[in-house]
């Protein structure tokens, strides 16, 4: 759905480098959700976070991954020291509050380790 | 923990073929169901969702899904596939807590 956007939409970094993905949800929506879609694989949730709380983070890999939904602003998935495990697509999504059954996805960005 | 099931991880079908794709979730409460639809290097769609009432549901593009709640499954089925239908197919499974998870998804390959 083009109302939530998501950039970049193709980011290559070196091993050891970091990444910043960010997610502008739909207008008035509060929600946001991070899933990564490894090559050959379905997409795994990661983070589930509203304004400024992380509500569950039990996908997050422990280390190096970190989500962020400040009051003003996009959330930014951040990705720290990436190897070449982490290339993968990663898809936001958005709900308004109080509605997550109407979640609205993102056109993903597409993170390559090189 | 809950967990979303897909049995087949690739299936293929000559176009007029009948397609019915597998899912079962593991989640005792109340849940909300939905299948998606990913074409090759876009972003996921909608197809369909339930959430309560009639449990055979009708979507988009002639897709419909049957909630079976006994058998805690929710496949999908198209009468009729096209070659357009190529594309990755997820359930995904809404729990109380809001949160949506989702099967490792289905490709199906229509040759036309």
């Known amino acids: 759905n083009a109302g939530v956007m998501q950039n970049p939409r193709h980011l290559v970094r070196r091993r050891g480098q970091e990444a910043r993905l960010r997610c502008s949800p739909m207008?008035?929506?509060?929600?946001v959700y991070w899933y990564r879609q490894l090559p050959e694989e379905g997409l795994k949730f990661m983070v589930y976070?509203?304004?400024?709380?992380?509500?569950?983070e039990s996908g997050m890999p422990k280390e190096r991954f970190s989500a962020e939904f400040p009051k003003e602003g996009p959330s930014i998935l951040r990705i720290q020291q990436v190897v070449r495990g982490d290339s993968a697509a990663y898809f936001c999504?958005?709900?308004?509050?109080?509605?997550?059954?109407?979640?609205?996805f993102g056109e993903g960005s597409w993170l390559t380790v090189v | 923990a809950q967990s979303v099931s897909q049995h087949n991880h690739h299936v293929i079908l000559s176009e007029a073929a009948s397609l019915e794709l597998g899912c079962n979730y593991s989640?005792?409460?109340?849940?909300?169901l939905f299948w998606y639809v990913q074409y090759p290097g876009q972003h996921l769609q909608l197809l369909l969702k339930?959430?309560?009432?009639?449990?055979l549901v009708k979507g988009i593009k002639g897709f419909e899904a049957e909630f079976i709640k006994s058998k805690f499954s929710f496949n999908l089925r198209k009468p009729s596939v096209q070659w357009s239908d190529t594309a990755e197919y997820f359930c995904?499974?809404?729990?109380?807590?809001?949160?949506?998870?989702f099967g490792t998804g289905t490709r199906l390959t229509v040759i036309p």
């Open positions: 976070l509203q304004k400024e709380n992380i509500i569950d």
């Open positions: 207008k008035g929506h509060s929600h």
């Open positions: 989640y005792g409460g109340t849940v909300n």
């Open positions: 999504a958005s709900s308004p509050q109080g509605q997550a059954n109407t979640i609205y």
């Open positions: 339930y959430f309560s009432g009639d449990p």
């Open positions: 995904a499974v809404q729990t109380g807590a809001n949160n949506l998870f």
